[in-house]
């Protein structure tokens, strides 16, 4: 039986992003840059790392313009403001502020403070994508600006979206609210929707210092979600497009994000023996969906509340090779199973 080695994976599958995605100005870039610039810190590769900032430097500069719903993205996002924590990015710095103020002074937002739809601030639409979008970016910035506003926004955000979403039937988290009616829940529990949320949770437990007073809750709520997602992972370790629905199709970057959970539970120690198991297993069947040239297979398109929410309506979302949404997840959960000390898959 083939040996599988992580790192060569990760790295076909970058190959593939960078052929695909061009300058990264698409949102999706964000997660596919913070993935690469993690998996380079972690394996020590610094012409990985080399390769991640000569991506994320122009945004640094202002050499290159995005496309986006929040301004973060401007200076290249989460990698950008990771990589400046690190140390690895100085001349970050005031651009990382810069777009921290602008996130916290200057967005639209619910009347409960989450951010929500800028085309339309007048009806509220909040989703959990912005989990992903904008607390590990203040997260990290704040840690790095020693900013405690920039980290209690970066908490609240997460802490007010998950405790709304959250469906106590089975702890999976609901997408969005008031995209299909007035005071309206989306039905789902989205496999990319409940990463979304997983990512945000993930970066609170990973960062927020041990004496924190936000760290409890945050700890509950990352461990809460991780035990409804252990339960609805099927028998090849792989996470579908309706969690609570295996009929639906298999859905790979929900997959990765709710991996890369996992991986970061069992290395902080808030996630048991069960975990780790559920880890390697999801890895193997990752690994069967990542085809030789490092194309991803099996990622839902974008998704945002279809129709009126209804479960059968995301279920009948597309999934198109190489999604632009594909390769973050697989950089992101290949990095810390590196980390964590699984470094490769036997097929």
Not at 44 to 49: E, I, P, Q, V
Not at 264 to 290: H, N, P, Q, T, W
């Amino acid at each position: 039986m083939p040996t599988l080695i992580l790192t060569e994976t990760a790295l076909l599958v970058l190959d593939k992003a960078e052929e695909k995605q061009g300058e990264f100005r698409h949102y999706t870039g964000i997660l596919t840059m913070h993935g690469a610039a993690r998996l380079a810190v972690i394996t020590s590769d610094d012409a990985l790392l080399k390769r991640t900032l000569g991506h994320l430097t122009p945004f640094v500069r202002r050499e290159r313009d995005f496309n986006g719903n929040f301004p973060n993205y401007f200076c290249g996002g989460n990698g950008t403001a990771w990589l400046h924590l690190l140390g690895k990015f100085p001349e970050a710095k005031d651009e990382v502020r810069r777009y921290a103020e602008i996130t916290l002074n200057e967005s639209v937002r619910d009347r409960d403070g989450i951010l929500c739809m800028p085309k339309c601030p007048e009806q509220e639409k909040i989703w959990i994508d912005v989990a992903f979008a904008v607390t590990p970016f203040l997260l990290f910035a704040g840690l790095a600006l020693e900013e405690d506003k920039y980290i209690e926004d970066a908490w609240q955000q997460t802490a007010k979206m998950v405790r709304q979403f959250n469906d106590p039937a089975c702890d999976l988290l609901h997408q969005s609210k008031n995209f299909n009616g007035a005071g309206n829940f989306s039905e789902d529990h989205w496999s990319r929707g409940n990463g979304w949320g997983m990512l945000a949770l993930t970066e609170l437990v990973n960062y927020l210092p041990e004496s924190d007073p936000r760290r409890p809750e945050a700890e509950e709520m990352f461990v809460r979600l991780c035990k409804g997602c252990l339960a609805v992972q099927d028998e090849n370790g792989m996470f579908h497009q309706e969690l609570t629905d295996h009929t639906s199709f298999v859905e790979t970057s929900g997959t990765g994000l709710l991996l890369y959970g996992f991986g970061v539970g069992i290395e902080k120690g808030l996630l048991g023996d069960e975990f780790r198991v559920a880890l390697e297993k999801g890895l193997k069947g990752y690994m069967s969906y990542i085809a030789l040239d490092g194309s991803v297979l099996n990622t839902c398109r974008g998704c945002l509340c279809p129709g009126n929410g209804t479960i059968e309506e995301y279920k009948a979302m597309t999934f198109p090779i190489n999604d632009p949404h594909a390769f973050g997840p697989v950089l992101l959960s290949f990095g810390q199973a590196i980390r964590v000390g699984i470094d490769s898959i036997t097929a």
